[in-house]
């Protein structure tokens, strides 16, 4: 094989193994990021359950003061009732201690209800807790492993950089040059393995230019995609 090319082949894989590496430390900030608004959606749900048990309790207080306020009304008519002169005035006085009995029994059913329903917030409060605990526990183990996983990649992409910058002082700056512009336009596939057909493009090789290509002696392009060629056989792939 044509050094350059076998340097370009061994280039082109590194290129490949870099991109990834970088496309992949993009990606896990986000994937962190996303992590988090899952946490924050979890708060907020968390927050709206609190408010609603805040009114609630405001509610049950009211209700509270109002039967207090109702019950010291109706201790006021049963102290009157020894001291009215009529009949009429007497009856008067069960039919509103009456009614303020009746309100007060309403108003004692309201908190049942209430206190059924702050029971019940309570209880989905602590699973959202609980389940909120969980969450973030579980996001800060997966940050720290994203977060060492970025540290290994970068790693890895100094060491795969040198690799590159060493193997493109090798290669014969014109055809190094050749590579790149071809890369740029190829999606960074510059070249492409030989057997009948382009592996890159998959259009017929000329069985001339295949010959050329088997020899090694010369740098040949693909008549169709123009990428480098270098002798592949379909069954050794
Ligand atoms: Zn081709």
């Given at each position: ?219 040949v392009h693909c008549d169709s995609c123009d990428r480098f060629l270098y002798w592949a056989p379909d069954s050794a792939t």
């Amino acid at each position: 094989m044509h050094p350059d090319i076998e340097k370009l082949i061994e280039l082109q894989e590194l290129e490949i193994r870099i991109r990834r590496a970088a496309a992949r430390i993009e990606q896990l900030p986000r994937e962190m990021a996303a992590m988090e608004e899952q946490l924050v959606a979890t708060r907020s749900l968390l927050d709206s359950q609190e408010a609603a048990l805040g009114r609630i309790a405001a509610e049950r207080r009211q209700l509270e003061g109002e039967i207090q306020i109702v019950e010291e009304k109706i201790s006021k008519y049963r102290s009157q009732l020894s001291e009215v002169k009529t009949n009429e005035q007497y009856k008067a006085l069960l039919h509103e201690i009456d009614f303020h009995g009746e309100r007060i029994s309403k108003m004692e059913d309201e908190i049942l209800v209430n206190m059924e329903k702050e029971e019940g917030l309570r209880e989905a409060r602590l699973l959202l807790e609980q389940q909120l605990q969980k969450e973030s526990a579980r996001v800060d183990r997966e940050k720290q492993v994203a977060q060492n996983e970025i540290e290994e990649i970068r790693i890895e992409l100094d060491g795969r950089r040198r690799e590159a910058d060493a193997l493109i002082a090798l290669v014969t700056p014109e055809v190094y040059e050749t590579y790149r512009k071809i890369a740029a336009v190829r999606k960074g596939v510059a070249l492409a393995g030989a057997g009948e057909n382009c592996r890159g493009c998959h259009v017929r090789v000329r069985p001339s230019v295949l010959g050329q290509v088997m020899g090694g002696k010369q740098i040949v392009h693909c008549d169709s995609c123009d990428r480098f060629l270098y002798w592949a056989p379909d069954s050794a792939t």
